[in-house]
């Protein structure tokens, strides 16, 4: 979570009205001085990322869904030559989720939302 833009205005009057250092600055307040160094050029929080995710195929990972509805993390993972994290994430930003029934048996736990094209 990032700092709000009055807070970083704040720290920076308050170092200009003190004559403080940027390391007195960041001990005071408890943050790291490259965050107050971050600061001085780019004074407006970051809303989002801003950058798409480039390492996953996400036309690839729909279909492997469909056809692969019970697989593991680490299987698509292999399959689509990524990090099982990036598959993760992938997932998520597909609301894509495993619900498991704990009273089913062992074949059938994982069922899976597919996605409709």
Known sequence: MSYSKDFRKKVFEIKKKENLST????????????SIFRWRHKPDPCKKRGKPATKIDMEALKEDINLNPDAYLEERASRLSVSSSCVFYALKRLKVTYKKNAYSSKERRRITRCIQS
């Open 23 to 34: 390391k007195e600055v960041a001990r005071r307040f408890g943050i790291s001085s490259r």
